[in-house]
């Protein structure tokens, strides 16, 4: 869809676009150290490599990288470890970053995902859906933001279930996990703007419920309670 989109809207260019090579996400504090030990390079944006690009592309302030999977046996030797994708998950939840597909969709508005500050320059280019992002950005406001919901019971609720505050639904769980960080269920959901971090809700799903909190993304600053 991505390759199709940019294909699409390639105006006067001199360019061939394609799939290019597999790859593989290379995530945390000591990820740099680690593709420098493989022989790989660890650039602050991208580099050209024999077997492909490798790039930076930090998930909030954790360190991740992009790398051609034919590296991949270089990086593990090298003391990488491979994870499952609720671990995955997890930490991606931690890091506040949304999923296409799952967490955002095409009719998701930038401001409504958290990313603006990464994902969108007011100056420079043209885009698709410019107007509207400009005009939130200059006078306006969404209606609803993406939040980290922190449970507070030892359940681990399914995707699709309801945020409740004040008997209201104000949103639904798009990606759940278990953090090891503040040792609790969490999940990421798009939820009413008047539902603010530190507020009490509930969260409700067929033949479930449990107590919850809003928390802000990243969840680097939760300090619970």
């Known amino acids: 869809a991505l390759l199709a989109a940019l294909e699409r809207f390639r105006f006067r260019v001199d360019a061939v676009l394609d799939t290019g090579v597999p790859c593989i996400e290379v995530w945390g504090p000591g990820s740099a150290g680690v593709l420098e030990a493989a022989g790989a390079p660890a650039p602050d944006g991208w580099v050209g490599t024999g077997e492909g690009v490798v790039a930076a592309v930090p998930m ?18 090298a003391g990488a470890r491979c994870c499952g994708t609720v671990a995955a ?11 296409m597909g799952v967490d955002v969709d095409e009719g998701t508005i930038p401001q409504e995902s958290g990313l603006v500050p990464e994902a969108v320059s007011f100056t420079k280019g043209c885009y698709l859906g410019q107007e509207l992002v400009a005009r939130i950005d200059s006078r306006g406001r969404v209606n609803r933001v993406l939040r980290t919901v922190v449970l507070e019971e030892a359940v ?21 996990g278990e953090s090891l960080t503040v040792r609790a269920p969490i999940a990421l959901a798009m939820v009413h703007r008047q539902t603010e971090p530190g507020d009490a809700v509930e969260v409700r799903w067929t033949g479930g419920s449990a107590a919850a909190r809003v928390a802000e993304v990243p969840l680097d600053d939760f300090a619970g309670g």
């Open 89 to 99: 998950t997890t930490v991606r939840i931690e890091a506040g970053q949304p999923l």
């Open 156 to 176: 681990i609720p399914p995707e699709g279930a309801v945020v409740v505050a004040d008997d209201r639904d104000a949103g639904v769980l798009t990606s759940v």
């Open 60 to 77: 909030g302030t954790l360190p991740r990288f992009l790398v051609p999977a034919a590296l991949a046996p270089a990086i593990e030797e």
